[in-house]
């Protein structure tokens, strides 16, 4: 059985499957997409659990940036709460890896036909795959540990989807992918002198808050989940603006704060970039004696209680595909130092039959 840290590397050549597959012509039907989202959707409804739906934040930020209403929701949540709210002219994007896991398989037994269904999976014979409209492959190959390369490839396909549902040429982001693998791999090969100094720096803390705005939260929800599964760490995600709003008071020098902050910024929008109020915030959380650290594709001045790594520029908010990587091989080094096996499920399953 591969480790973690054999998957974690495996990511560049996924993502690379992945990309060769949606460029090549008919990968996504149009014909097919059209009949389910002509001539727009309502509402383009994207929902998963754990790592699947963390992987739609890009996905939405692109969609709402070309004003197509996009809606991410929690497949537990939508399937017992919200499933009223589909209809025919909204479109639902189920995102599993296994295509098996309990909320999916109970939400497709519930949907009527009419609901035009569109699955992004790992595995091509499942539940959810059987019941599609439309199947968008992972194409990530085998996943054994936590979500690493499926993850990565998600947010890949979701993107692809989210270009043919924009009818815009996909040309931009398969070269944003390009430079993402590229990135992924110089990160690989220097991972050795990467990470001493962050493990050092970082430690085995009794907190952790990650923080990031707009698409970048994904970032802050997959690295959260990550830490909490590899390392058992208490390892919270939260929108960099909603700490402020009280959870700022909680800012500790045992406690580690990690900040992604990358040059996103909307079309035509104006005021100042999200990097800079996360740059704000990474300064005062250091003035209350809080240690930070700061994922950025900026250079930053150094200062106490702050590490940087800096990240390459990713566009169209895929700095995930970056960030999410860097606290792979962190988790990984952390749980190695810790006496922990690396990816190593002890309470859940890799596909969780019970809701």
């Not at 993502?15 to 014909?31: D, F, H, V």
């Not at 389910?36 to 940036?65: C, R």
């Not at 493990?199 to 923080?211: A, C, D, G, K, R």
Request: hydrophobic content about 45%.
């Amino acid at each position: 059985m591969p480790s973690l840290l054999d998957e974690i590397v495996q990511q560049p050549a996924a993502l690379s499957m992945a990309r060769k597959y949606y460029t090549s012509p008919g990968a996504i039907s149009l014909r097919k997409l059209k009949s389910l989202a002509a001539p727009k959707p309502a509402a383009v409804i994207i929902t998963g659990m754990g790592s699947s739906l963390n992987a739609a934040y890009p996905a939405q930020a692109f969609l709402t940036g070309v004003g197509i209403r996009a809606i991410l929701w929690e497949t537990a949540e939508l399937l017992h709460q919200h499933v009223k709210i589909l209809s025919r002219s909204t479109v639902l994007v189920v995102v599993s890896q296994s295509g098996e896991t309990a909320e999916v398989v109970n939400l497709i037994g519930r949907i009527p036909k009419k609901v035009p269904l569109v699955a992004v999976c790992n595995v091509e014979r499942s539940a959810l795959a059987r019941r599609a409209d439309l199947l968008l492959p992972m194409m990530a190959g085998g996943q054994a540990t936590v979500s690493t390369k499926t993850y990565t490839n998600a947010v890949a396909v979701l993107m692809y989807l989210a270009f043919a549902l924009a009818r815009k040429n996909h040309a931009p982001l398969t070269q944003t992918l390009i430079r993402a693998i590229e990135a992924q791999e110089r990160i690989i090969e220097t991972r050795n002198n990467l990470l001493p100094p962050v493990v050092e720096f970082f430690n085995h803390p009794p907190y952790v808050v990650l923080m990031a705005r707009g698409a970048d939260l994904c970032s802050a929800y997959q690295g959260a989940l990550t830490l909490k599964e590899v390392v058992r760490l208490a390892a919270e995600p939260m929108s960099a603006g909603q700490f402020r709003h009280g959870p700022i008071e909680i800012i500790h020098p045992d406690h580690r704060y990690v900040l992604f902050a990358h040059n996103n910024q909307s079309p035509g929008k104006t005021g100042a970039r999200p990097s800079d109020l996360l740059l704000r915030l990474a300064q005062d959380i250091r003035a209350h004696g809080g240690r930070v650290l700061l994922i950025a594709d900026r250079a930053v001045e150094a200062a106490p209680n702050l590490r940087l790594i800096r990240a390459e520029p990713i566009s169209l908010g895929l700095g995930t595909l970056v960030d999410t990587l860097i606290i792979q091989l962190l988790a990984n080094e952390l749980a190695t130092r810790a006496g922990i096996e690396p990816g190593k499920f002890w309470i859940a399953e890799t596909v969780l039959r019970a809701e």
